[in-house]
């Protein structure tokens, strides 16, 4: 770790205008992944600047939606009786996440930030094309076991990390973003990521000294019919192998909106429309979703340790489906 | 001693009760000192710069940086880093200094594994030493490594001696390979398992002091201080009165702590250099590739056996990966050579050299992994004939060690079978594998034998009593974190007829009377012997003056004719004769009296020589009269969700034969804190090696999986009572590994209940359950 300043930002437009000007300046919320980057040397940051005094705060539900402040910790947008009530998959994926203790610290805007677990990334000794551009990619034949078979390239297959991101595109989230001016843009979660290609060191969009203000959901009957599932390597506090959120309207029988996306396969978080369009029109039923599911894996590149997820993501598909329409 | 020690039993004694830790609220309001918390006058702090590279050669390194940085003490590498007076890297060298590892970093320009120290920074604060550490620079000409056995150019040879050259490479009873090739059941299986790591909660961690340029104290995180110190007086040439060795308080260590490693040494050497106390504490980073693990490996077994299913030979070979000097493998084979009756066995050993750190000894070395090979073919063997698994190994029950032909001491498998069914409720299990269903989930229900060996050890322990009823009791052995403080205690207490809080049990220091390391599940059995001696050794003392004493009603009688119960020493004949010994040491202008006691391996109570002092010969396993074990069963339920490839524990129960059981309560936690790492090491946990770098891609607790609360059941555990003349005065056989040993085995026999697919290659991670479903 490096020697660094530290500063409190006392607005939303200090905090911008501060970080813009100092390209080695980052913000930090509940630094529980930022201060582990920095731990390990993947990031070297100079100044820090907090953004824990902003007022980006609120879970506000209106009849057009869901907002959420960015500054809300994981734990309380998780157990947040509108959110479990009206968007139970986004509640499940953020009580699926990390640990409690975690949970209690971590804000929603910096869980959208989290990098990959890539273990080649996390370890500055190896090549690594997303934390040293062109110095190569020893995952494309190496450990690749928890890494991506949509998305990648021959650049990078590191897999996106985060659960509450895989729930958020499947009900087509939107961020606010607000710059060193003052000026705010709403982006669509499902832009705001870039896929690595050739430079897999850019993962969104963010420009210098943006800020994530707020996360808007959109109201919708397969919100509230939703769900996540998550298969991992222990029962509690370990990153996704696959899953899958989902959500489904389902009247007389017959699904009217599907909304499915996959965590843990994608190098970013993955939705499947044309799983949802196979879904609509269809009856709930076993079938329906193991044809549907099928489609979600049509393009993957698995590499030798990771081949497992085609199955698995359409059986986890499957099961989170067959729980909604429970 | 003559007989079993029994006022213990007796209302109001403390042995065996459930006591809570005596330790236990320093410990949860930060007072209890581990070994990275001495703030000695001048502290500095020590941070390892380590290869990035796993073969290959220094080139050149750049100090200039890091030593110019804000606090920096000292930068040191192989070019400036004072000599030591003895290395490990020969034989005889390894030898001399009790090192784990052949090979001593920072000695030379050569890379031999990735993670070796190249230089160690020393500066006012641990913050500056951190950042300093990134600023040392090193050019390395790298070579191409060998990352494990299965690599095309690793070279497979038969070590002579396994197991730290304590275990040899081959091994034959009888002519098993002929007994096999006619066996009209012929089962062969291989069992794979990856690298594990310790990973205790505290990692290594050593504050050096030297206190005097020829006197040394090193606060060491370590299973044993003697162990250390005797690397360290090898090592430094001190005699071994100026090298003291202190550990008070451990936060674990599953035998990653059982030895003195490098960066121990460097500590030490580095505090010499800057002529300051340097604190150096592993990061979690480092700890993966500074103290050892346990190596990966391939083990076939092959077994024979009658048409009704009685053993008639086993084979096992093993293939592992060691480092580039030391010939490191557990000793698979030990547990399958003596489990069960059989007439014919053959063990080989295959290792090749990789650039890897050098494995070690890990929480039942050997036992761990060969009893998951042997069970899980012996539920095969039950399978195959449909015959009940514990009716299998009742069928091929041991009478007696067949590895060595020694009578056992004491054995109590066949009760630990028959209670542990009971708890578990096997006799609802289905004979016929794959059918059970809750759901979706398919249930399963195995089980396993566990067996540790009493290994042979000594120690020693002080007692003084103070004759205001107060008493302090020492021996230098470690509390791993496991209770040894408060068991000790109690068996102080009670041989000393004292209430508990009248009586402090100090560790943890080589300036107390010797003890073993706290390792290979002695230090209960040991220790608690010594202590109970040295109590005895008091009382031998008083009675001495008592009967010399014209005051004492006891005087003039015969020594042997009085006895001691709750302080009081009075005659056996005649009870009402006597008195306490307050009075008696009163009179004699006594403020304390002290004994001394040595705790024998195989010096039982019934063997006679309890009470004399250790002599060559009798203190080895093989001088003994018996095969001293203690033995147990575990019992598992899964729950398997084949479609997610999802396995769940969803009930345990172990039943163990171990002797006298001191706390109710910290054995209870050993055997289910053992059950816990087995669970670990069947269902999750693996470090992975990349095979071109040689180096870990997953050394963190992130992505290294030990098992959270959420996966483990309510844990059911009983111990049979066993009363064991033979293995020590006590009566205490130690259960620190036989709680894992066979654990793997029984997870992973219900899972093959639970589904019919038998999965031999550790960890039963999804994919593997899954994609065997999907195979069929
Ligand atoms: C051991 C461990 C296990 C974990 N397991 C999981 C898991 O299972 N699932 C999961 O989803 N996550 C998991 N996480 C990740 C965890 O959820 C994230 O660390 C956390 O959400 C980050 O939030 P934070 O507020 O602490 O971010 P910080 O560490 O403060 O910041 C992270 C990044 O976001 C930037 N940032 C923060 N806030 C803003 C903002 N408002 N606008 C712009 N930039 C911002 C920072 O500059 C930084 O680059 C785990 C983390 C750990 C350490
Ligand atoms: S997959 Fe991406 S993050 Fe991982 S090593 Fe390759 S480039 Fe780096």
């Known amino acids: 770790m490096n020697n660094f300043a530290y500063t409190q930002a006392a607005s939303t437009k200090e905090a911008a205008t501060v970080t813009q000007s100092d390209k080695h300046a980052a913000f930090i919320s509940g630094g529980t992944s930022l201060i582990d980057l920095m731990k390990s040397n993947i990031e070297q940051h100079s100044l820090l600047v907090d953004l824990n005094k902003l007022s980006l705060l609120g879970v506000e539900n209106s009849a057009t939606g869901l907002r959420i402040g960015a500054l809300e910790r994981m734990s309380d947008v998780g157990e947040h009786p509108l959110v479990v009530q009206n ?3 986004i509640s499940q994926s953020l009580l699926a996440s990390a640990s409690p203790q975690l949970r209690n610290m971590a804000s929603m805007g910096g869980n959208l930030l989290q990098r990959t677990r890539c273990g080649y990334f996390r370890d500055v000794a190896f090549p690594c094309n997303k934390r040293v551009p062109g110095s190569g990619c020893p995952a494309q034949d190496g450990d690749n076991r928890t890494l991506a078979i949509l998305g990648g390239s021959t650049s990078c297959i590191a897999t996106h990390a985060s659960d509450l991101c895989v729930a958020l595109v499947a009900l087509e989230a939107k961020l606010t973003l607000e710059n060193a001016k003052g000026a705010t843009r709403i982006v669509p979660l499902a832009d705001f990521y870039k896929l690595p290609g050739k430079t897999p060191h850019i993962e969104n969009q963010l420009q210098p000294g943006e800020l994530i203000t707020a996360i808007t959901i959109p109201a919708a009957a397969h919100a509230r019919k939703s769900h996540y599932l998550k298969v991992r390597d222990r029962a509690s506090y370990a990153y996704a192998l696959v899953s899958a959120a989902v959500g489904l309207d389902v009247q007389g029988g017959t699904i009217r909106s599907a909304r499915v996306a996959l965590g843990g396969v994608g190098t970013v978080p993955w939705r499947v429309p044309a799983v949802e369009k196979a879904l609509v029109g269809k009856p709930a039923t076993e079938d329906t979703f193991r044809a549907a599911a099928a489609l979600a894996v049509r393009d993957a590149s698995p590499r030798e340790h990771n081949k497992f997820k085609i199955e698995l993501a359409q059986r986890t598909i499957v099961r989170a489906l067959l729980e909604v329409a429970a | 001693m003559s007989s079993e020690p029994q006022f213990f039993d007796q209302p109001g004694g403390f042995v065996g009760k459930p006591l809570v830790r005596v330790e236990g609220r320093e410990k949860v309001t930060g007072k209890a000192k581990y070994s990275a918390e001495f703030p000695l006058p001048g502290l500095t702090y020590g941070v390892l710069a380590t290869s990035p590279i796993a073969k290959g050669k220094i080139q050149s390194i750049d100090t200039t940086a890091a030593a110019k940085e804000l606090g920096v003490i000292a930068v040191l590498t192989h070019q400036n880093l004072p000599k030591l007076a003895k290395t490990p890297d020969s034989p005889e060298g390894k030898k001399a200094t009790s ?83 006619s066996a009209p059941i012929q089962l062969t299986a291989t069992y794979t398992h990856p690298i594990y790591h310790h990973n205790p909660m505290e990692p290594g961690s050593t504050t050096a002091h030297w206190e005097a340029p020829d006197r040394l104290t090193v606060y060491e995180s370590t299973q044993g201080v003697t162990r250390t110190q005797t690397t360290l007086v090898a090592m430094t040439g001190l005699p071994r009165e100026q090298v003291r060795v202190i550990t008070k308080y451990l936060g674990g260590g599953f035998g990653c702590k059982g030895s003195c490693w490098p960066h121990t040494v460097l500590t030490v050497q580095a505090a010499k250099a800057v002529g300051r106390p340097v604190q150096l504490m592993l990061t979690r980073k480092q700890q993966f590739t500074s103290m050892g693990h346990r190596e990966d490996q391939s083990q076939t077994l092959q077994l024979g056996a009658t048409a009704d299913g009685k053993l008639t030979s086993l084979i096992h070979t093993k293939q592992s990966t060691t480092s580039p000097w030391d010939e490191y493998a557990e000793s698979n084979s030990k547990i399958i050579n003596l489990l069960y009756a059989c007439p014919t066995f053959e063990a080989s050993y295959e290792m090749a050299r990789a650039n890897v750190m050098t494995s070690t000894f890990m929480r039942a070395p050997g036992e761990a992994p060969g009893s998951f090979a042997l069970e899980c073919s012996m539920d095969d063997l039950a399978a195959r004939l449909g015959v009940d698994p514990i009716e299998i190994r009742l069928r091929n029950h041991a009478d007696h060690d067949y590895s060595t032909g020694q009578p056992w001491s004491s054995k109590s498998l066949k009760q630990c079978y028959a209670r542990g069914a009971e708890l578990f409720g096997w006799s609802k299990r289905n004979p016929k594998a794959g059918q059970t269903r809750d759901g979706r989930y398919l249930v399963g229900m195995g089980m396993a034998t566990a067996s540790y060996p009493v290994h042979s050890s000594q120690g020693t322990a002080r007692a003084r009593l103070y004759a205001d009823g107060h008493a302090v009791v020492q021996s230098g052995a470690t509390d791993l974190g496991t209770g040894t403080y408060t068991v000790m205690t109690q068996v102080a207490a009670d041989s000393l007829g004292l209430p508990i809080e009248k009586v402090r049990f100090e560790l943890g220091d080589t300036n107390l009377p010797t003890a073993p390391n706290s390792g290979g599940s002695i230090a209960a059995g040991t220790v608690s012997s010594s202590v109970f001696m040295a109590a005895q050794d008091v009382w031998q003392r008083l009675i001495k003056i008592a009967v010399g004493d014209k005051k004492s009603p006891l005087y003039k009688a015969k020594p042997e004719d009085v006895t001691v119960e709750k302080g009081r020493l009075f005659l056996k004949k005649d009870p009402k004769k006597g008195e306490g010994y307050a009075d008696l040491m009163k009179r004699a202008d006594l403020t304390d009296i002290e004994g001394m006691g040595r705790g024998r391996y195989g010096a039982g109570y019934e063997t006679g020589h309890a009470a004399s002092p250790a002599g060559p010969g009798n203190n080895t396993e093989s001088a003994a009269e018996h095969s001293m074990h203690s033995f147990g069963a575990h019992f598992c339920e899964v729950r398997v969700d084949m479609d997610l490839g999802i396995i769940r524990v969803s009930k345990w129960v172990s039943v163990m034969g171990a002797g006298r059981i001191l706390n109710a309560q910290t054995a209870r936690s050993q055997i289910i804190g053992g059950a816990i790492f087995g669970i670990g090491s069947v269902l999750m946990e693996a470090t992975e090696r990349d095979a071109k770098y040689s180096r870990y891609t997953n050394a963190d607790l992130a992505n290294y999986h030990v098992p959270v609360n959420a996966d483990i059941p309510n844990m059911t555990v009983e111990f049979v009572e066993e009363h064991d003349p033979y293995i020590n005065a006590m009566g205490v056989k130690g259960i620190g590994e036989i709680s894992m040993v066979g654990v793997a085995a029984a997870v992973a026999n219900a899972v093959y209940h639970a589904t019919g697919k038998r999965l031999r290659d550790l960890p039963l991670t999804p994919e593997k359950v899954m994609m065997a479903g999907v195979a069929s």
């Open chain 1, 87 to 89: 968007y139970p998959v």
């Open chain 2, 99 to 181: 090192a784990p590892m052949g090979f001593m970093p920072l000695t030379s320009d050569e890379i031999f594994y990735a993670g070796q120290p190249v230089a160690l920074v020393v500066a006012d604060t641990l913050d500056h030493a951190i950042y300093a550490a990134t600023l040392v620079k090193v050019n390395y000409a790298p070579e191409s490594p060998i990352a494990n056995f299965h690599d095309a150019r690793a070279k497979l040879f038969n070590p002579a001696q396994v197991q730290d050259g304590k275990v040899d490479g081959h091994k034959r009873r009888g002519d098993a390979k002929t007994a096999f090739a």
